[in-house]
Nanobody, 122 residues
Framework: VQLQAFGGGLVQAGGSLRLSCAAS????????MGWFRQAPGKEREFVVG????????KYADSVKGRFTISRDNAKNTVYLQMNSLKPEDTAVYYC????????????????WGQGTQVTVSS
């Protein structure tokens, strides 16, 4: 499975961005998907996960109420709508696919995209 994340950029605090992650797999609907992020000098951290049908989601506390994950299985794509962005959201954002779960442990994920940079200015 190949994953390609895009949609990052530079935005002012309080602004919005929508990230997309396109997957090559024909069986995309069989995968749980997740978004992680990594800021300079910090470890990769879980942002949000979504189950195969889109009905189940799990958010990190730091993004609850501001970020929304969704997926379109017909388009093999998962989205991350990010609103009310803060400077601390600045990071490289990665999408990932898992056969097993949409949980927060990165070891659950089998495939990773290349990342897209999100920079939030104050």
């Amino acid at each position: 499975v190949q994953l390609q994340a895009f949609g990052g950029g530079l935005v002012q605090a309080g602004g919005s961005l929508r990230l997309s992650c396109a997957a090559s797999a024909r069986t995309f609907s069989n995968y749980a998907m997740g978004w992680f992020r990594q800021a300079p000098g910090k470890e990769r951290e879980f942002v949000v996960g979504i189950g195969w049908s889109g009905a189940n989601t799990k958010y990190a506390d730091s993004v609850k109420g501001r970020f929304t994950i969704s997926r379109d299985n017909a388009k093999n794509t998962v989205y991350l709508q990010m609103n009310s962005l803060k400077p601390e959201d600045t990071a490289v954002y990665y999408c990932a696919a898992s056969w097993r779960s949409y949980g927060s442990n990165p070891e659950l994920y089998d495939y990773w995209g290349q990342g897209t940079q999100v920079t939030v200015s104050s």
